[in-house]
C-alpha cells in the first residue's frame, strides 16, 4: 500500500480564486486585513510576507505592523485597540511568537469577534464550541476543508486528534463533532498514544513534535493529516508524522510541505473578505 498524497494546494488555488472574485463583486470597499507583529523570527516574518503577497494578488489591502522584537505589553494593547476601532480595517491578526512576558491572553481578547478573521479571541472561540457563526482558525478549518477536498468523509468516524492547543486541537475536535464526528483529542499525558490512535479512521496530528506519529500509532488504511512544520538542520521540511513510515501503512496522508499550511493562508483572506462584507451589510461603510 502507498498512501494516497493529500495535497493543499490545488485547493488553496480554488480558494483564492474564489477570494478574487469575491472582491471583485463586493460593494462598499476593498477588504483590508491589518497584521500585527513582534518579533524577529524569520520563520513568522516569511508568513507574514506570505500573507501580504497573497492578499495582494487577490486584491486585498494588508497593512503589516511591525513593532519589533523589543515592544512592550502597553505598545501592543495600544496597537490593537486602534486598529479594532478603524471602521476601514476588516480582519486583525496578532502574529506569534511574541516577546517575553506578554499576555497573549490578554492581548487576543482586544481583537474585535467580527475582525477576528484568526478565531483567536475567546469569544470566538466560546461561539465556535456552541455552533454559532465565528470564524474559527484558520489551521483547524484548513484540516476538515482538506478531507472535503479529497473526498474522505468525516462524518459517522472516528478522528483521533493529536494536541490540544487552543489554534488547532481544541477548535478542530469542534468542528469535527459539526460534521457529526466522534473525536478523541489526546495530549502529552495521553499515553499509551497508540491506545488512542489506532482504531481511528482518521488521525490528525498538530503536536508540534516532529515525526512523531508513525506506522505503530495508526491501523492499516487510516487516514493521516499533519498539521506540523519543522525546519530540520539541513533546511528541509518535516512534519508532525513520520511521512517515510506512514505512507505504507495509511491510506491516505497529507504531506509537508504542501498539504494543510498551504490551505491556510487562503481561507485567511477568505475569512477577511467575509469580514468585510458583514461590515458592508452591517453599514460600517460608507
Not at 80 to 86: K, P
Not at 103 to 109: C, D, E, H, K, Y
Not at 124 to 143: D, H, I, K
Not at 196 to 210: E, K, S, W
Amino acid at each position: 500500500m502507498t498512501a494516497q498524497l493529500l495535497g493543499g494546494k490545488e485547493l488553496a488555488q480554488k480558494i483564492k480564486a474564489q477570494v478574487a472574485a469575491d472582491v471583485r463583486n463586493l460593494d462598499g470597499g476593498r477588504p483590508t486585513l491589518a497584521v500585527v507583529v513582534a518579533t524577529d523570527d524569520d520563520a513568522a516574518h516569511w508568513y507574514v510576507r506570505s500573507i501580504a503577497s497573497a492578499a495582494g494578488k487577490a486584491g486585498i489591502n494588508c497593512r503589516i505592523v511591525d513593532l519589533g522584537a523589543g515592544a512592550s505589553q502597553a505598545n501592543l494593547e495600544a496597537e490593537l485597540v486602534s486598529l479594532a476601532e478603524d471602521a476601514g480595517v476588516h480582519g486583525l491578526i496578532l502574529q506569534t511568537p511574541l516577546p517575553p512576558g506578554v499576555s497573549t491572553a490578554q492581548l487576543v481578547g482586544l481583537i474585535p469577534p467580527e475582525k477576528d478573521v484568526d478565531g483567536a479571541n475567546p469569544v470566538s472561540l466560546g461561539r465556535l464550541a456552541v455552533g454559532e457563526p465565528s470564524f474559527a482558525p484558520a489551521t483547524a478549518r484548513s484540516v476538515v476543508e482538506l478531507l472535503d477536498h479529497h473526498g474522505i468523509p468525516v462524518s459517522g468516524r472516528y478522528v483521533a486528534v493529536v494536541g490540544r492547543s487552543a489554534v488547532v486541537g481544541k477548535p478542530l475536535a469542534h468542528l469535527l463533532l459539526q460534521r457529526d464526528a466522534t473525536v478523541t483529542v489526546c495530549h502529552s499525558r495521553s499515553v499509551p498514544l497508540a491506545r488512542f490512535t489506532q482504531p481511528a479512521d482518521i488521525v490528525v496530528v498538530a503536536a508540534g513534535r516532529v515525526r512523531l506519529l508513525n506506522s505503530e500509532h495508526v491501523a492499516p488504511g487510516a487516514v493521516v493529516v499533519d498539521v506540523g512544520t519543522h525546519v530540520l538542520p539541513d533546511g528541509s521540511l518535516a512534519g508532525d508524522a513520520d511521512e517515510a513510515s506512514l505512507s505504507e501503512v495509511a491510506s491516505a496522508l497529507s504531506p509537508v510541505p504542501g498539504g494543510v499550511g498551504s490551505v491556510t493562508t487562503a481561507l485567511l483572506l477568505l475569512h477577511t473578505v467575509e469580514a468585510c462584507r458583514q461590515h458592508v451589510a452591517a453599514g460600517v461603510l460608507a
